[in-house]
T-cell receptor, first 118, second 114 residues
Framework: AQTVTQSQPEMSVQEAETVTLSCTYD???????LFWYKQPPSRQMILVIR??????QNATENRFSVNFQKAAKSFSLKISDSQLGDTAMYFC???????????????FGTGTKLQVIP | DTGVSQNPRHKITKRGQNVTFRCDPI?????LYWYRQTLGQGPEFLTY????????KSRLLSDRFSAERPKGSFSTLEIQRTEQGDSAMYLC????????????FGPGTRLLVL
């Protein structure tokens, strides 16, 4: 079974600063996806960024980037130029890569509550 | 594309009552997932449908829980004889077989059992 660990229950960052959220995972799989999802207060969960395990290059999406260390099973999220709208719960998640016909259960961490301070 | 919708958004019920939630996935998404999220935790997988077939159920899904997707479009999740421990956010997600790597989540139904 896969496990995802987020060791920072809460974090805060000043607006316009940079913050890094940590995530480690445990799996015996070689092919998988890793995700960071954002869940704003009382709003639905949206995908922030996705990383394929077979890609060595770290994924980036505008102000969001990841540091993927496959051997260390580490997957951190860096948010640059933090904005007030980044205030949310952030969940790290894992999904095994299956072939056609297989389902993709996503395993989530417990989340990090990020507060961006004006 | 209007996104995944869920109804109701909030439900308060008394212990022992039955409740039913509905999820409407993004059109043409043939895969649908139910998750449960308790306070301070990440979502936990409950069950999965491919079209109308329920292909996987978590051990979290006790016999008081039943999910259906009769026509391969919307899905319902029913909880019978609710207990206080059922209080949680119930999330629905969907995706298409040809785009397996991303699940699109609905806003959830928050259940409070008194």
């Amino acid at each position: 079974a896969q496990t995802v660990t987020q060791s920072q229950p809460e974090m805060s960052v000043q607006e316009a600063e940079t913050v890094t959220l940590s995530c480690t995972y445990d799996t015996s799989e070689n092919n998988y996806y890793l995700f960071w999802y954002k869940q704003p207060p009382s709003r639905q969960m949206i995908l922030v960024i996705r990383q394929e395990a077979y890609k060595q290059q770290n994924a980036t999406e505008n102000r969001f980037s990841v540091n993927f260390q496959k051997a260390a099973k580490s997957f951190s999220l860096k948010i640059s130029d933090s904005q007030l709208g980044d205030t949310a719960m952030y969940f790290c998640a894992f999904m095994k890569l299956r072939g056609s016909g297989g389902y993709q259960k996503v395993t989530f961490g417990t989340g990090t509550k990020l507060q961006v301070i004006p | 594309d209007t996104g995944v919708s869920q109804n109701p958004r909030h439900k308060i019920t008394k212990r022992g009552q039955n409740v039913t939630f509905r999820c409407d996935p993004i059109s043409e998404h043939n895969r649908l997932y139910w998750y449960r999220q308790t306070l301070g935790q990440g979502p936990e997988f409950l069950t999965y449908f491919q079209n109308e077939a329920q292909l996987e159920k978590s051990r979290l899904l006790s016999d008081r829980f039943s999910a259906e997707r009769p026509k391969g479009s919307f899905s319902t999740l029913e909880i019978q004889r609710t207990e206080q421990g059922d209080s949680a956010m119930y999330l629905c997600a969907s995706n298409h077989r040809d785009k397996q790597e991303t699940q699109y989540f609905g806003p959830g139904t928050r259940l409070l059992v008194l």
